[in-house]
């Protein structure tokens, strides 16, 4: 029997959900058995499983692109409308709240669901060829998304053109040279597209820094023209030549960087303003101490105990100056890692001097001198309250992004015109994109403890749950947890209780659809 027409049957429906909910399983033989040929042979049959569940999931990502048009998205000349946010490109047709839902499914950064997004579309629109190769297991992954990152921007013409001249010799060749290849191809198919495309590119070009996969370290990444960046290469190269000729020992590598961070901060230049530090330093009194290793943190990076005292003993000891012109933030956490207070070095010798108000100095007392910011009674945050939050969550709560608070917005969890309060608990940072999805995509939830953990929900039934970066997780399930009975019903793990009052600590925030307009919908307004 047929649901509506042009539908799966209600068989079928079934049939599908029954297979969804089957547990992943890996084909696999045992491998201590194996020759070294046969693992040879099974090593490319895996690179060819992994092409088919590439081609499979491009499938199934823009299945659910065309599930997620942009009607759904703020109309142009409606509250939230998505041209006077200065939203980031995407696919033609496409929700811009699609990424977003995608990355919380695959539980991914929105930056990774974007690119796949886009793989996904190009494959099935311009290079089916290349889509249908990979879907076989005769054409790898690597040299597939190669392949689709070339010719992202072109028409599908060009593309074509391009995918015809190269898709039989694309095995052949290297990754590298295959995009040499392909680049060079599309230049001599439509070198007027390519200039125009360049052009665009440079006025979206930035300068980003990521978390290095050495501890202690992050990345700088800048967008320059191909000439540009070969130029300051080549320039970095040469000076750090010049130290290695003047007697410098350090490896060439080592001393590019350093070049790079003088020419940039030139703090010999005294006509040019001082550059100024805001750091929030974090870290827990052992490991200031010295006796312990956990590490801490400076401006959401980690870093070891010792680089944390070292920084300590640089800014004054535990006594923390401020650099000229800039600012530090004190963390004060609980055992677990909540947030319990923030404070300036200032503010917290202020509190020192002035000790507890209704006790004398020499008496001794358990009053608490220094917490959580009070909640005011209006729409924007206090100034303490902007330091406590910002401080607390350090980049963007939605899952997976890593957007540093100096670009984040204010978000009242629930709003602030459905009668959310202006309080830490139901304060969290959002980036514009989250905070414009959360106001105006329709079926998201949202739900936040006072503690600071956010639940973001997809409307695709995906949960997500994002902890402040200094909270410790609750403690798992001991194996005689698992063994005891629960409320009577044999043996299986045991529910961990709520604390006292948590339900009344949550607070929830669900988006219907944006028209009519939202009236309780709280305004993506900055800190």
Same mark, same amino acid.
Not at 116 to 136: E, F, N, Y
Not at 277 to 290: D, E, F, I, P, Y
């Given at each position: 029997m047929s649901l509506v027409a042009g539908s799966v049957s209600l068989v079928e429906g079934v049939l599908v959900d029954w297979f969804v909910e089957q547990p992943a399983e890996l084909p696999r033989l045992p491998v201590t058995l194996v020759s070294r040929e046969q693992a040879a042979a099974e090593l490319q049959r895996v690179v060819a499983q992994r092409a088919m569940l590439a081609a499979y999931e491009a499938e199934l990502v823009a299945a659910m692109a065309d599930e997620s048009p942009d009607t759904d998205d703020p109309p142009p000349g409606v509250r939230g409308a998505r041209g006077s946010w200065g939203a980031q490109a995407r696919p033609a047709g496409v929700s811009e709240f699609f990424p977003a839902e995608l990355a919380v499914v695959l539980n991914c950064g929105r930056g990774t669901a974007s690119n796949?997004?886009?793989?996904?579309?190009?494959?099935?629109?311009?290079?089916?060829?290349?889509?249908?190769?990979?879907?076989?297991?005769?054409?790898?992954?690597?040299?597939?998304?190669?392949?689709?990152e070339v010719v992202e921007q072109a028409e599908p013409g060009v593309a074509r053109r391009v995918e015809a001249q190269l898709l039989e010799q694309a095995t052949e060749l290297s990754v590298g040279k295959l995009r040499t290849r392909a680049q060079a191809l599309l230049v001599a198919v439509d070198p007027g597209g390519v200039d125009e495309r360049r052009a665009r590119a440079q006025k979206t070009a930035d300068v980003r820094i990521y978390p290095s996969t050495r501890e202690g370290m992050a990345t700088v990444t800048?967008?320059?023209? $191909?000439?540009?960046?070969?130029? &300051?290469?080549? %320039?970095? @190269?040469?000076?750090? !030549?010049? *130290?290695?000729d003047d007697g410098d020992q350090r490896p060439v590598g080592q001393l590019r960087t350093r070049v790079f961070v003088d020419l940039v901060l030139r703090p010999w230049d005294t006509t040019r303003p001082a550059v100024t530090?805001?750091?929030?330093?974090?870290?827990?009194?052992?490991?200031?101490?010295?006796t312990s290793t956990e590490a801490g943190e400076v401006s959401g990076l980690a870093i070891t105990a010792g680089h944390v005292r070292e920084l300590v003993r640089q800014l004054d000891g535990c006594g923390l100056? $401020?650099?000229?012109?800039?600012? &530090?933030?004190? %963390?004060? @956490?609980?055992?677990? !890692?909540? *947030?319990?207070?923030t404070a300036t070095p200032a503010q917290l010798r202020q509190v020192a001097r002035r000790g507890c108000p209704d006790h004398p100095a020499d008496q001794g007392c358990d009053c608490a001198v220094l917490g959580r910011p009070a909640a005011v009674d209006r729409y924007r945050p206090s100034a303490a309250q902007q330091r406590f939050v910002h401080t607390r969550d350090r980049t963007c709560r939605f899952p997976n992004c890593g957007q540093r608070v100096g670009w984040a917005d204010a978000d009242h969890v629930i709003p602030h015109a459905c009668g959310g309060e202006t309080d830490c608990g139901n304060l969290c940072c959002l980036c514009r994109s989250h905070h414009r999805l959360k106001t105006f995509a329709p079926g998201w939830q949202f739900e936040m403890t006072s503690a600071g953990v956010l639940t973001v929900t997809t409307p695709s039934g995906v949960t997500r749950t994002t902890r402040p970066p200094g909270l410790r997780p609750p403690p798992q399930p001991s194996d005689a947890d698992e063994d005891r009975p629960a409320g009577g019903q044999g043996p299986g793990p045991r529910p961990r209780p709520r604390p006292p009052g948590t339900r009344d600590l949550i607070r929830r925030s669900r988006v219907g659809p944006h028209s009519p307009p939202v009236e309780c919908g709280d305004d993506p307004t900055p800190f």
């Open positions: 796949l997004i886009g793989r996904a579309l190009v494959w099935r629109a311009k290079l089916p060829g290349t889509l249908a190769l990979l879907g076989s297991g005769a054409l790898d992954e690597a040299r597939a998304k190669v392949l689709a800048v967008d320059l023209p $191909a000439d540009e960046a070969a130029a &300051v290469h080549d %320039a970095l @190269t040469r000076y750090a !030549g010049m *130290l290695k530090a805001h750091l929030q330093v974090s870290a827990s009194m052992g490991s200031l101490a010295g100056r $401020a650099p000229g012109g800039g600012s &530090v933030t004190v %963390a004060v @956490t609980d055992d677990d !890692g909540a *947030l319990l207070a």
